[in-house]
């Protein structure tokens, strides 16, 4: 029988186990996708910690995971434009990605470009599009200055690089490891902790747009920096957001197949660059999880089933 990820009660990741479960069946304008490689997010162990009840619940026993790519094994009715064996990427909305078999729906999918490796395809939905939402959120323009607080990270190393390619000049906030590849993508790294914003007073003039991914005050210290709140993002620190008014634009608000063929279309050109962190089977779902929140991590941790 086909495997899949599942957790009976919210906890840590021993709550996390990969058991047999029916082959699932598409239903009308759904695909069954054979997994070949799924990514895993924070939002996803928080999820499982029960962090996000009042906004996200989970029922019990639940599956997890958004982000896949695979090849199609099957198609149900009504499902036009992709056929068996096709290689697409995509995701699901019913947290069910971490196992070798998920039934998607197919205006949730778009082809795989041959360019495009597995682990970058089935990792680039959840951080892609929040970076892609986060960046059009701050009205990113030719000639801006934008900070990136945690660029490092999954969604930071994407945000940092579309930002760049809509012309700002981008400052990001990340750990000394890390700044060679900030610095190789064009982007000028700053040291976090105490002096932050001396640091970067040092290195811009003004800063006019502000993408927070790691919370822990950022959307104050833009504030600080004279940022107009318009012009903040943050994916994380939702209190802010009541707070100052700022934006919380994320996945969700760029969660669309064509999005994601635009972002695969750039990794295929070569003007996107997604950092594989590390790879586990299937199995080793815990150990993966267990990586993923030792935090400092520089791109994405991907499951291959």
């Known amino acids: 029988m086909p495997r ?10 021993e709550t ?9 069946a598409p239903g009308a304008g759904e695909v069954l996708v054979r997994v070949k490689a799924a990514g895993i997010n924070p939002g996803e162990a928080k999820i499982r910690e029960g962090l996000l009840h009042d906004r996200w619940p989970a029922v019990f026993p639940s599956g997890q995971g958004s982000d896949l790519a695979g090849v199609v094994e099957e198609t149900g009715p009504q499902v036009a434009g992709f ?9 699901t909305n019913r947290r069910a990605s971490h196992a070798e078999y998920v039934v998607v729906a197919a205006d949730n999918l778009t082809a795989k470009p041959e360019k495009v490796s597995w682990e970058v395809a089935g990792s680039l939905f959840v951080a892609g599009t929040t970076a892609y939402a986060a960046v059009r959120a701050v009205s990113s323009r030719q000639g801006d200055t934008v900070v990136v607080a945690g660029a ?7 945000a940092v690089q579309l930002a760049r390619l809509a012309g700002e000049r981008v400052i990001g906030i990340a750990g000394p490891a890390n700044h060679t590849w900030l610095a190789d993508h064009g ?3 700053i040291s976090y902790g105490d002096g932050v914003a001396d640091r970067i007073r040092q290195e811009a003039s003004r800063v006019d747009a502000f993408i927070d991914t790691f919370g822990q005050g950022y959307v104050d210290l833009a504030l600080e920096l004279g940022v107009a709140p318009t012009r903040i ?10 707070r100052h008014g700022v934006k919380a634009d994320g996945s969700a608000a760029a969660a669309t197949a064509g999005v994601l063929a635009e972002l695969a279309q750039l990794v295929a050109d070569g003007r996107l660059d997604i950092p594989i962190a590390g790879t586990y089977p299937l199995a080793e779902v815990q150990d993966a999880f267990r990586e993923l929140e030792r935090g400092h991590v520089r ?6 089933p």
Do not use: N, Q
């Open 233 to 242: 993002d943050t994916i994380v620190d939702f209190d802010a957001v009541s």
């Open 16 to 24: 996390l186990r990969v058991v047999d479960v029916p082959r699932p």
């Open 83 to 91: 056929s068996v064996g096709d290689e697409v990427l995509g995701f």
């Open 4 to 13: 899949a990820v599942r957790f009976d009660g919210y906890g840590g990741v």
């Open 299 to 304: 791109g994405k941790i991907v499951l291959v």
């Open 152 to 158: 490092a990270g999954g969604v930071g190393s994407i």
């Open 187 to 189: 982007v000028s790294p």
